[in-house]
């Protein structure tokens, strides 16, 4: 099924209350630009809710990034090397991280990056319901279509 830019942005804003700031032409901006990594394919009917988590967290990334240069050091790069995030607290602003992974480009490196904010943890979440990793066969025989990808 396509959806209709109108039906995404109504979904992200039933989704995302707390980015009611956010202009229908953004929106429809992100959507075009952030659409094409979001599979409609493999999220099926729960596409519109996991691009609302997506893009909620490349916005909130980004004000985190942008946040961090603004302060006039170099701790743009920190937010994006520290590991996942594991607190925040909304009064004074204040977030932690686990420890980076490194940067090796892995698939790893990627959930580390979405793990940074709440929305990036519920889009993982979204995600880890509906697609279903590769299946190994191990001995003896498990019949047709075993260690196929689902």
Avoid at 15 to 20: D, F, L, R, V, W
Avoid at 91 to 105: E, H, N, V
Wanted: charged fraction near 20%; glycine fraction near 12%.
């Amino acid at each position: 099924m396509a959806w209709s830019t109108e039906k995404l942005i109504e979904v992200f804003r039933l989704t995302i209350p707390a980015m009611a700031d956010v202009s229908d032409a953004e929106l429809a901006s992100d959507i075009e630009v952030y659409g094409y990594y979001v599979s409609e394919k493999r999220f099926g009917r729960l596409f519109p809710k996991a691009l609302a988590y997506f893009i909620a967290h490349m916005r909130t990334l980004n004000t985190m990034i942008a946040s961090a240069v603004d302060s006039g050091s170099n701790a743009g790069d920190a937010v994006l090397n520290a590991g996942a995030l594991t607190s925040e607290r909304e009064g004074d602003l204040a977030r932690g991280y686990s420890a980076g992974s490194g940067s090796s480009g892995s698939a790893s490196d990627s959930d580390d990056i979405l793990r940074k904010t709440l929305y990036g943890k519920l889009f993982l979440q979204l995600r880890d319901m509906v697609i279903v990793g590769a299946t190994i066969r191990v001995g003896g025989h498990c019949g047709t279509g075993c260690g196929q990808r689902l």
